[in-house]
């Protein structure tokens, strides 16, 4: 029987494990899960506080990438499924201490309707004006990758760069435009330069193409689960084997030893046929630097960043004063610290009673860096101070919950794709290695979960 070490008890190694369990249960493999905190999970975390629901980490997922949502449909949770609440949704951005509503037609960062992005407060007439001659970009094939702000920068000018195209990116990265790749990040965009040249002009092809679907609300953006994020963890892990789970258990180091592998983790050791390792790129690439340095040195090449959020909860009068829709996000240039907020009681439904207002907000990169020394009361007294700035709430919170995320978010920079293809040949040199997590190709909790599927697929392959 196959024995295998699953390193890591986020999203991805649990996914891993569940994929693995069936085989278990058949008498096909042997698995033992080893996570080096005291709780599954990784950074998918929800507190129940006041009737509110406070998201730790990820707070939902894109529906558009199905693989956590189906993952909650085997799990029997299709009916707790929810949606964001579309028909609200505005985000604004800040511009010059104003809080602007991204305009009507704008499709991540790319403009396809002309009325509301040319009456939008939100772009100077330099940059409208490059806005309609973008329309006319001529194809091109770009023959290297290069940054999302350099691309976006060439099609729409400094300005999209710094009020659109760096927000959006920091709020799903933490990172910064001018270091991710657009390859990595945002493939189509390349995709359509090199086809249509004009991203405009792509993306509406792209939008006559797509079948309209007969109810709008079926397809909500983003999807979460009723009870918070954490209770697709709670779900899953009683589905797994208990005896295989391990935590508190931080694996120190894993070496290659008479045709399979040997683990250490504090005072155990222990041998297996073979190994996932569902653990951030960076540790992973501690872990295999004695086995093979030159992958250890392309895995830890791969940046990350850290990030916190802070949940905050008011009354029923702060909720009547805020804005409409589902939060703002901040752009470099206005000096602020937060890099968004999210009006939660807004996004999705069952996150907080009438009562209540619920806020989410962001901190990333160096912004969080620089503040993570702080203690919770400090961080929550910076939120306070911008979000009386940004909203002019001066409301003391009901309650206030910081959590902090060290060195969690990947960072795909210029040249992520060309750096896995040469991780995947270094590994392949290694028998029975698989890689699973945020560090490869996706970072959202739908690829970790199916980047963890198909480690667990490649090990039952080596099996038949
Ligand atoms: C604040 C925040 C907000 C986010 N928001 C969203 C969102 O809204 N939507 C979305 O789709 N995604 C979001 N993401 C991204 C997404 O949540 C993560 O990329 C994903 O959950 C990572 O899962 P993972 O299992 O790969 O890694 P992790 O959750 O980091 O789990 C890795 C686990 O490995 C353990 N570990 C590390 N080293 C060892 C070792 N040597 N031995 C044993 N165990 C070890 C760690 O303790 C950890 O539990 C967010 C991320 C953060 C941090």
Redesign the pocket.
Known sequence: MMRIAI????????TAAFALEEHRRAGAVEYIL????SS?????RTEHVSGCIIE???????TEKPW?ADLCRTLGLGDQLIGSNDADRITYILVRGRLIPMPDGLMFMVPTKILPTGFSPLFSWTTKIRMAQELLHPPRAADADESVASLVERHYGAETVDRLADPLLSG?YGGEAASLSVRAVLPRFAEMERTHGSLGRAMLAARRKMPRPANKMAYPLFTSLKNGMQQLVETLVPRLNQASLVTN????SIQREAGGWTLS?GLKSDHFDAVIL???AL?AA??LSVCSPELSAELAAIGYTS?I?VGLGYDRDVRQSLPPGFGFLVPRSEGKRLLAATFVHNKFPHRAPDDRALLRC?FAGSNAENIWQLSDDAIIAIVRNELQQILGLGAAPLFARV?K?KS???QYGVGHLERLDRIERLRLQLPALAL???GYRG????D?AR??RDAAEYMLKQVR
Do not use: H, R
């Not at 730790?56 to 894109?62: E, K, L, T, V, Y």
């Not at 258990?249 to 120190?252: E, K």
């Open positions: 390193i890591g008890g986020g999203i991805s190694g649990l080893y996570e080096s905190s599954l999970g990784g950074v998918l730790a980490g990820p707070d939902s997922f894109i956590a799903v258990a931080s694996v120190q983790a569902a653990v951030p540790a501690k872990l990030s959020t962001f959590y995320w969690a978010m990947a699973a997590g945020n970072i959202g909790v739908p970790c980047s963890g």
